[in-house]
């Protein structure tokens, strides 16, 4: 296991990159812990591939530098780095049993044979495939060949990372939540440093630690879920993160209190914004009323999602929701919402500021 540091990394597949846009990811400092658990998340696009394999060695970066534990492995081919990496589609040998297609990483490295048999009856139960390890990969469903290509990811105990390109993408739905189930189990035993792919939050929020978000090429905040839930550090994060994600504002920040359109809104501290200034509030913040102060709204639509209700708002024509507790009492006569102050986050040309001062409430 390694710790792996990322050295004024960029990258750009144009040999002549001109502006920032062309590049696929920009400029990033970053280590990852060793022994980590990672969530890699973004929208397809925004470069996560283009990282993961700058990390594995199958690209080598326009700028920067990539260190396993301090030794620069930039130009190092894959193959040195000891790294186990799994593709969003499976590679798989059709011709070996599903048994010698698990043993092959293993016994590439010379690995005594009564070892690989334990390992490999190991990781294909783990991956549920243990009645079926005689069988010729050759007419395996697509599903059941992704789970040998994530179990050759497991199968080896001395790598220095595990690395997941959106691995359950062509998984089946039941079966998805017991593979990464497995994953994390796989993460406790043994403490390898894991980066796992994808650009679904769920599976983000579930298995990792902590969730390094992209956009755009860029990475846009590293956090616990919960600092991303409550302090996105950018608007992406905010919107991209929750569901339904935060709702933006346009407002002008006057120390302790924002304006959105005529209403005055109370911030519980005092900014310093300059630039675009937003304010976000995700819905499980915005309260709902009749009468009083707050920004006129009105009702669109009640979602009843088991749990809580969301509820669909008009604000000056857009669209803004709030969550609603089962037993919160949501009258048709609404006409205004008002924010919880510890929900607020400023945020000025969409990066969010700390307040400079706390106001007593
Ligand atoms: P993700 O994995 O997040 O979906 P990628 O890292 O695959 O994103 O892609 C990031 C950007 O780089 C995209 O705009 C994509 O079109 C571009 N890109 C990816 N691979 C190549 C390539 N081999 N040549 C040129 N552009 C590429
Ligand atoms: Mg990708």
Redesign the pocket.
Known sequence: MAKITLDNLAHS?SPNPKSEDDF??KELNHDWADGEAYALL??????????LNIISGLLIPSQGRVLFDDKDVTTAPTADRNIAQVFQFPVVYDTMTVRENLAFPLKNRGMDKAEITRLVQKVGAMIGMETELDRKARGLTADAKQKISLGRGMVREDVNALLF?EPLTVIDPHMKWELRTQLKKLHQDFGHTMIY?T?DQTEALTFADKVVV?HD?RVVQIGTPQELFERPAHTFVGYFIGSPGMNLFDAQIDGAKARVGQTHVDLGAAYAAHGKTQIGVRPEFIRMNVGGDGLPATIRRIEDVGRHRIVRLDVDGRAISAIANEDDAISSDTDRITFDPAGINVYADDWRIEPSERVAQ
């Open positions: 597949y696929a990811l973004g929208a397809s696009g925004c470069g996560k591939s283009t990282l390109d792919v650009h992209m090429g």
